[in-house]
């Protein structure tokens, strides 16, 4: 179980970091094209500030969740199972909050689709370090 979740804490830390790297390059392009298309003369651009800041908090949050993965795969393997899977579950938990709360689920973006479904990681690893044993004390001899 100790091996699972560090693999699946490993591979959700590697996802969300792809993918908050990823949605910040393409935020920031989002953002400059935006600002271009304000400076031309004569359009208006209708640019909802709230929910892409809110979708930048939840990239910036994916983004943290490289080290509170590795965290957690560590301390799964040193059979720390319940605080592992604690830590797990708030790395996927919180970009998913932050883009719920503030964008609203709205499938239409593939942004969201993708912070929703790519960190599932973290939860089967949560879910293997919630079982892991602590160690059994050697008795003295």
Known sequence: MRILALIFALLGAAASGFVGLAGLEGLKKKESEFEAEKAKPGQTVVVDEAKLANLKRSV?????????????????????????????????????????????????????????????????????AFFVKPRVPVPAI
């Not at 943290?64 to 899977?85: D, F, Q, Y």
């Not at 998913?96 to 709360?101: C, E, G, N, R, S």
């Open 60 to 128: 910036y949050a994916l983004i943290a969740g490289i080290p509170l993965g590795v965290i957690g795969g560590v301390l799964a393997l040193t059979r720390k199972g319940k605080v592992a899977a604690l830590l797990l579950l708030i790395a996927y938990v919180l970009p998913v909050v932050i883009l719920v709360k503030g964008v609203g689920v709205d499938f239409s973006e593939p942004l969201v689709k993708i912070i929703l479904i790519a960190p599932l990681g973290f939860v089967l690893g949560a879910l293997f």
